[in-house]
C-alpha cells in the first residue's frame, strides 16, 4: 500500500526508507531496512540512472561505500575521476562504469588484507569477510554457495547416529554390550553407540545345561562379538560363547604378506605434502 502512494515502483533499496524531504513515506523501518535490506533483491537496469547495481547484491547498504571503492581501485581512478564521474552520474557511478567496462574480475587483483588492516587501524572495524562478500558479489550477485542437495548413503549416516565406520565398527569385532532382557533362550543387548542386538539361543553358551538366565543377568556389561551388523537398520547380532570371544578381530588384508601397498604409499606422500604446504616446510 505504501508502495503505491509512493508512486507504485521502487527503483532502489533506499527508496523503502521514508524520506520527509522527497515527500516519501516508508514502506519499513530504518532498523527493519538496516536489517532486510540485502536480501531484498532489486534487478539492476543500466538504462536507468536511479539503478545501482550494489542494490542486486548481498551487500548491506551501509558497506556501498566499501564496494564503491573497491571498483574505484580495480578501475584504477584517482580521486578526480571518481568524483567527477560521481557529479555526473551519482553515487553508484563508479560501479555501474566498472559493470559496463565487463572489469569485475579486475576486483580479484585487490589485496584485500590491506583493505582489512586499514579499516580496523583507522575505523576499528573488522571487515575482512565484508570485503570478501563484496568481491564475489561484484562478480557474480547472489551466487548459490550452497552444495548440490544429495541423499545420504547408509554408511554417512549410520556414521551420523553412531560416530562409528567401517573401520572402526565391523563384523568380528569385540564389544561391550549392556544386556536389556535375558530369557531362557535369547537375550537382548546395546551398545553404547545405541545400536541394539540380540543374542540367539545358539551365541549365548557352550553349556546347552544351562539357560541363559542362569549365565547372565539384566543390566549386566559383558564382552560380546559381532557376528551380524545391518548398519541401514542399526542392529546387530552377537555371539557371548567363549571360543568366539578368545578369537580376536584381525582385519583383512587384500595384498601378500611381503607386498607393497603402493596406494597407500601414494596416500602418505599426498599427504605430507599437504603438511608440508600448511608448515611452509619442504
Known amino acids: 500500500m505504501v508502495i503505491k502512494l509512493n508512486?507504485?515502483?521502487v527503483s532502489t533499496r533506499a527508496e523503502l526508507v521514508a524520506d520527509p524531504g522527497e515527500g516519501r513515506l516508508g514502506a519499513v523501518g530504518p532498523r527493519v531496512w538496516n536489517n532486510c535490506a540485502s536480501f531484498l533483491s532489486i534487478e539492476f537496469d543500466s538504462s536507468e540512472t536511479e539503478s545501482d547495481y550494489l542494490d542486486n547484491t548481498r551487500v548491506y547498504p551501509e558497506n556501498y561505500d566499501l564496494g564503491r571503492k573497491m571498483a574505484a581501485d580495480a578501475l584504477e581512478l584517482d580521486e578526480e575521476d571518481i568524483e567527477a564521474e560521481t557529479q555526473e552520474n551519482g553515487a553508484g557511478a563508479i560501479v555501474r562504469k566498472l559493470i559496463k567496462d565487463e572489469g569485475q574480475e579486475k576486483v580479484n587483483d585487490l589485496i584485500l588484507e590491506e583493505y582489512a588492516e586499514q579499516l580496523e587501524r583507522n575505523f576499528n572495524q573488522r571487515k575482512r569477510a565484508t570485503l570478501v562478500t563484496i568481491r564475489a558479489e561484484l562478480q557474480q550477485p547472489y551466487e548459490e554457495l550452497r552444495r548440490d542437495c544429495a541423499l545420504l548413503s547408509t554408511d554417512e549416516i549410520f556414521t551420523m547416529f553412531t560416530g562409528e565406520t567401517r573401520d572402526s565398527l565391523c563384523e568380528g569385532m569385540i564389544v561391550?554390550?549392556?544386556?536389556?532382557r535375558v530369557a531362557d533362550d535369547f537375550i537382548e543387548a546395546k551398545m553404547d553407540r545405541g545400536i541394539e542386538g540380540t543374542v540367539p539361543a545358539m551365541g549365548i553358551s557352550n553349556r546347552p545345561d544351562l539357560s541363559a538366565k542362569q549365565l547372565f543377568a539384566v543390566h549386566q556389561t559383558v564382552q560380546a562379538k559381532i557376528t551380524?551388523?545391518?548398519r541401514k537398520q542399526l542392529t546387530a547380532n552377537f555371539s557371548l560363547r567363549e571360543e568366539d570371544l578368545r578369537r580376536p578381530y584381525r582385519k583383512e588384508i587384500d595384498r601378500l604378506r611381503d607386498g607393497w601397498d603402493e596406494a597407500e604409499e601414494q596416500k602418505d606422500k599426498d599427504s605430507?605434502?599437504?603438511?608440508?604446504?600448511v608448515s611452509g616446510r619442504t
Open 228 to 230: 551380524y551388523l545391518n
Open 176 to 180: 561391550p554390550v549392556s544386556l536389556k
Open 272 to 277: 605430507m605434502v599437504e603438511k608440508n604446504d
Open 7 to 9: 508512486g507504485g515502483v
